[in-house]
Nanobody
Framework: QVQLVESGGDLVQPGGSLRVSCAAS????????MGWFRQAPGREREFVAA????????YYTDSVKGRFTVSRDNANNTLYLQMNRLKPEDTAVYYC????????????????????WGQGTQVTVSS
């Protein structure tokens, strides 16, 4: 069974840090580009970060560059998103997703390129 399970979401104060994780199972995790997306209430799901299968390609949306770091552990089938200097506007449900095509990262910021999604983890940045 193909599955992605996010964890680590929490309430954190502005300026704080948080790491969310995504455990993958049921597919060849190391063969796929992985992405993080987020969705705030009343807004569309938006791209946050993506990482290619060997971590040779790493991409971020402009609003998180320099604050967020995406990484992966292929030996343990786990994807991470380290979030530093968090802002209230980072508040959202964070989803991990697996690219639909192995060994590809074309249009990595388009959610339609991903066909496996986790259930999401809530990140709230508030004082």
């Amino acid at each position: 069974q193909v599955q992605l399970v996010e964890s680590g979401g929490d309430l954190v104060q502005p300026g704080g840090s948080l790491r969310v994780s995504c455990a993958a199972s049921g597919f060849a995790f190391g063969s796929y580009t992985m992405g993080w997306f987020r969705q705030a209430p009343g807004r569309e799901r938006e791209f946050v970060a993506a990482i290619t299968r060997s971590s040779s390609g790493i991409y971020y949306t402009d609003s998180v560059k320099g604050r967020f770091t995406v990484s992966r552990d292929n030996a343990n089938n786990t994807l991470y998103l380290q979030m530093n200097r968090l802002k209230p506007e980072d508040t959202a449900v964070y989803y991990c997703a697996a690219f639909s095509t192995p060994r590809s990262a074309l249009h990595y910021n388009d959610p339609k390129q991903y066909n496996t999604w986790g259930q999401g983890t809530q990140v709230t940045v508030s004082s």
